[in-house]
């Protein structure tokens, strides 16, 4: 049932998660992004409410009344789907981040980075509540949302410029961000598009047919990826779900494969042993190459292996314990005192100790 309130923190293991190689989303079972920072997994959060439901930020999409909430992957590769079943009807959320080779990219205009939610009607009526707050630099950054009418909402970040598209009108709510609301009919639908950009000029998304054709695009572009395993044993879908999630833990850029796209979640709820795993272990990443080369993904572990010969011989003769995605120092490790943590286990930490 959806009804999650501020006060209620789900499951660690009732989110699911969305990417594209470069970052992640969160996505609770009642369509709340909680978790994404941009443009790297171990950038500043964007959402954080996975960290501090007060503070930390979402972007919630759902109908406002109660429903029967059922979640599922699109066969075969990492795009989210909620179905919400009201009294009066059934709508859809569809979430990702686009995902297609460089020759179809070079076919149309794309952002640096984008996410993308589309809400369709499948049956009946429903009403759908949208609430965008983004709380950038985990929660710290100052938020100013600027109406820029058909160009979108802007928010500016120290890193970039982000920008949320869609047709919906929205209203500044209570709590600093934004919210709307839209009725729907069966076979009506809406989109929205988040981009990112840390270069000038920004791309502005277009929605309509442009988004369905992203959704096609990488909806083929994981089925072609998921297709090139080569294992044929028992459980052969299970075994492929599973390299799925793995896919999304490589930083496409350079090859590098952390351990989470998250920190300070906790061994044990309200414990202190709160880690970020933002980074790449050399063991672990290893261990997950291996796996992947095992299951045919030849090309994922080269990727690895190039990127690991090239970090290792940025501190050579020394050999961390880690690295960022770049094979570059992680920092130091501090505590954000101003976050409660996920149920309330603290510290809360960014950067790892083990560097060291």
Not at 5 to 25: E, F, H, L, M
Not at 51 to 57: K, P, V
Request: net charge negative.
């Amino acid at each position: 049932m959806t009804g999650e309130t501020i006060n209620v923190t789900p499951k660690i293991q009732d989110y699911a998660v969305i990417g594209d190689g470069r970052s992640a989303a969160l996505v609770s079972r009642d369509g709340s992004i909680d978790w994404l920072c941009w443009p790297r997994f171990d950038s500043p959060s964007l959402f954080g409410r996975l960290l501090d439901r007060c503070i930390g930020g979402s972007w919630h999409i759902a109908p406002p009344e109660p429903a029967r909430t059922e979640r599922r992957y699109i066969d075969g590769t990492n795009v989210l789907q909620t179905r919400f079943q009201t009294a009066a009807g059934v709508v859809v959320l569809t979430d990702f981040m686009p995902a297609a080779s460089e020759e179809q990219k070079g076919r149309m205009l794309w952002p640096e980075h984008e996410l993308v939610r589309q809400v369709e009607c499948e049956q009946g009526e429903a009403e759908v509540q949208i609430h965008f707050d983004p709380r950038p630099d985990y929660g710290r950054g100052h938020v100013r949302i600027r109406d820029a009418g058909a160009l979108g909402l802007h928010l500016e970040i120290e890193s970039g410029l982000i920008t949320l598209h869609s047709y919906v009108r929205f209203a500044p709510s209570a709590d600093g961000g934004v919210a709307a609301r839209a009725r729907l009919k069966a076979g009506e639908a809406l989109a929205l598009s988040l981009a990112f950009a840390a270069e000038r000029p920004a791309v502005l998304p277009p929605l309509g047919e442009v988004l369905r054709q992203k959704l096609d695009l990488t909806v083929e572009w994981w089925r072609r990826w998921a297709a090139r395993a080569t294992y044929s044993g028992p459980f052969r879908d299970e075994v492929v779900r599973s390299a799925l999630a793995l896919k999304l833990m490589t930083y496409a850029p350079s090859g590098a494969i952390i351990a989470a796209p998250t920190t300070s979640l906790p061994e044990r709820p309200g414990g202190d042993l709160n880690w970020d795993y933002r980074f790449c272990w050399l063991r672990d990443a290893a261990f997950t190459a291996r796996a992947l080369f095992g299951l045919g993904y030849r090309e994922d572990a080269e990727a690895f292996i190039s990127w690991l010969l090239h970090a290792t011989r940025l501190t050579r003769p020394e050999l961390r314990v880690l690295y960022d995605v770049y094979g570059e120092d992680i920092g130091e490790e501090r505590e954000l005192a101003h976050l409660e943590g996920y149920a309330g286990s603290r510290p809360v930490r960014i950067g790892n100790a083990t560097r060291n």
